[in-house]
């Protein structure tokens, strides 16, 4: 679910990308994995083509306001997932998982990026301008799980429960367009899969 909704709104998103480090004696292990990271520019939009060629009549479908601001920054969530309450783990929060991110997406430039990691662990969010990065990034910690959507000390959250009605009303709101789409995605794919079945 929680690679389903940024991908549905707009964000190109890995899942479970592993964070390997050498230790000693040269042999290499996995400390912790990313849960979800996830990019977005900031004109992102799932547009289906219809009637006569030209955006006039074309269909744009809702992103959430929850999770898609407005602004011109391109869009860097580093999340973490959990079952339970949703929190943000300290492996998470570590330097080196946090530079792991950024050097994975590719928003930050080298001579930014101690700064932009120790924004990040303070505050849960980092803004990087134009100016100084040559594209302007909103990189943010989100934590996916129980509890209520909204900042809390540090990150955001947002519930499942809250990314499970998106995904419902979306594909509820969309069926007509979406029915003959067959979905790579697990989640979506099951809960199309059930529409169709109806």
Do not use: W
């Not at 849960?35 to 269909?59: N, T």
């Not at 809702?62 to 492996?91: F, Q």
Request: charged share 30%; net charge negative.
């Amino acid at each position: 679910l929680a690679h389903s909704y940024p991908s549905l709104n707009g964000h190109y998103t890995l899942s479970e990308l592993p964070l390997i480090r050498q230790g000693r004696g040269g042999s290499f292990h996995e400390v912790t994995d990313l849960d979800v990271l996830a990019l977005r520019f900031p004109r992102a939009e799932y547009v289906v083509p219809a009637g006569r060629p030209g955006p006039r009549d074309d269909l744009r479908m809702r992103t959430d306001p929850v999770l898609v601001g407005s602004g011109d920054d391109v869009d860097v969530i580093i999340g973490e997932v959990k079952e339970g309450k949703a929190r943000i783990n300290d492996s998470l929060r570590s330097p080196e998982a946090l530079q792991t991110a950024l050097r994975r997406v590719g928003c930050c430039p080298p001579a930014l990026e101690e700064r932009t990691v120790e924004v990040l662990r303070a505050e849960g969010e980092a803004r990087l301008s134009a100016e100084e990065a040559g594209i302007p990034a909103r990189i943010r910690l989100v934590a996916f799980g129980s509890g209520r959507t909204g900042d809390r000390n540090g990150y955001e959250v947002v519930s499942l429960e809250h990314v499970a009605e998106f995904l419902d009303g979306h594909l509820d709101r969309y069926h007509h367009v979406l029915n003959p789409a067959d979905f790579g995605d697990t989640a979506l794919g099951l809960l199309h899969l059930l529409r169709k079945l109806r």
